[in-house]
């Protein structure tokens, strides 16, 4: 921390580190320290909002946050609810609806630009659908079921 403060540090993180090591750490430095799982004497604390909020829910969760961290928060069980539901709602052509569809063009804009792509409707319509199949059966994220 010494080296580091001498080549000119405005800062140094401490992190996972018994307290009594943060303290000496930081009351030997002429600046700041900030603490991350290094005890309450270092200048200014730091958490990964990830965690200390939940954000991560599976199975493997609990193995892998820091055990420094308190969990202020589960919100990791609505993130997931609500990604859920988004898809299902995608899925099921229940969003978007006209509602969350606010870019509008006049008739004359849509009946211009409806023109000027007409010429390229049929080779683009067989290669969208030969690439939405593709992107179908190549969903790793359903084919693994990570979570």
Known sequence: A???Q?????????????AQ???????????????????PHTHGQVLVYHDMLGMTSHP?????????????????TAIQEGLGAYKADVEAG?????????????????????ELVAPDKGSTEQKLSATRKKLIEADEYETIKVY
């Open 94 to 114: 229940n969003f978007p609806t006209e509602k969350y569809s606010p870019y509008k063009m006049s008739e004359k804009e849509e009946a211009i630009f409806m």
């Open 60 to 76: 493997h969760h609990e193995q892998f946050v820091p055990r420094f961290c308190k969990n202020y928060a589960d919100v990791g």
């Open 21 to 39: 090591v943060g303290k000496v750490i930081s009351e030997s430095l002429e600046i700041p320290t900030i603490g991350i799982g290094a005890g």
């Open 6 to 18: 001498d080549a000119g540090a405005c800062a140094v993180v401490l992190e996972c580190m018994p």
């Open 2 to 4: 010494l080296a580091l």
